[in-house]
């Protein structure tokens, strides 16, 4: 099973700052079949980037994803107050399906 | 608009079994495939399986194998998971969440089902 571990655990940055967030893969993910999604609390979540950098229906420019074979990054250009969340890394390209722990962005 | 509609929460008691439904709208029901994840209070993101809604087949993540079933309705564009068993650390969230092929990113989810196991 491919294992994805994402850091930090938690950010915290003002408004206007960017945030990385990073995903680091156990093993190479085929094809870069990672996804990324935002949770916001008592909502499911809700699918941002797929194919490692392209974004998902209605997702704002703000948010980009680079990356490939085992590291992966997910980077809002400007945090805007509503993108409180935690934020998951996921890979698809083998079975099981896995998730990283997630990473929680926090306004400063 | 593609919207997956959940059953509503349960509580059950431990070894009891729990069926939970996903409704799909606004597209080809058996087009897309149909994927289930959970979440303990707290915790993150579980994949449980995938299931096809054309052929009926189904793919389990091993740790789930055994005590659980995914089937579908085509008549009513409904999939169902089926968990038998219950143990206090199966509470969770349970999500739907569809695939456009069986290994394809998740989009839309569910709107989630608490499922509480307590005695």
């Known amino acids: 099973e491919i294992v994805l571990t994402q850091s930090p655990g938690t950010l915290s940055l003002s408004p206007g700052e960017r945030a990385t967030l990073s995903c680091r893969a156990s093993e190479s993910v085929s094809s870069s079949y990672l996804a990324w999604y935002q949770q916001k609390p008592g909502q499911a979540p809700r699918l941002l980037i797929y194919?490692?950098?392209i974004r998902g229906t209605g997702i704002p420019d703000r948010f980009s994803g680079s990356g490939s074979g085992t590291d992966f990054t997910l980077t809002i250009s400007r945090l805007e107050p509503e993108d409180i969340a935690v934020y998951y890394c996921?890979?698809?390209?083998?079975?099981?399906?896995?998730f990283g722990q997630g990473t929680k962005v926090e306004i400063k | 608009q593609v919207q997956l509609v959940q059953s509503g929460a349960e509580v059950k008691k431990p070894g009891a079994s729990v069926k939970i439904s996903c409704k799909a709208s606004g597209y080809t029901f058996t087009t897309y495939y149909m994927n289930w994840v959970r979440q303990a209070p707290g915790q993150g993101l579980e994949w449980m399986g995938i299931i096809n809604p054309s052929s009926g087949t189904t793919s389990y993540a091993q740790k789930f194998q055994g005590r659980v079933t995914m089937t579908r309705d085509t008549s009513t564009s409904t999939v169902y998971l089926d968990v038998s068993s219950l143990r206090s650390d199966d509470t969770a969230v349970y999500y739907c969440?569809?695939?456009?092929?069986?290994?394809?990113?998740?989009?839309?989810w569910g709107q989630g089902t608490l499922v509480t196991v307590s005695s």
């Open positions: 996921q890979q698809y390209g083998s079975s099981p399906r896995t």
């Open positions: 194919g490692a950098f």
């Open positions: 969440a569809r695939s456009g092929d069986y290994y394809n990113w998740f989009d839309p």
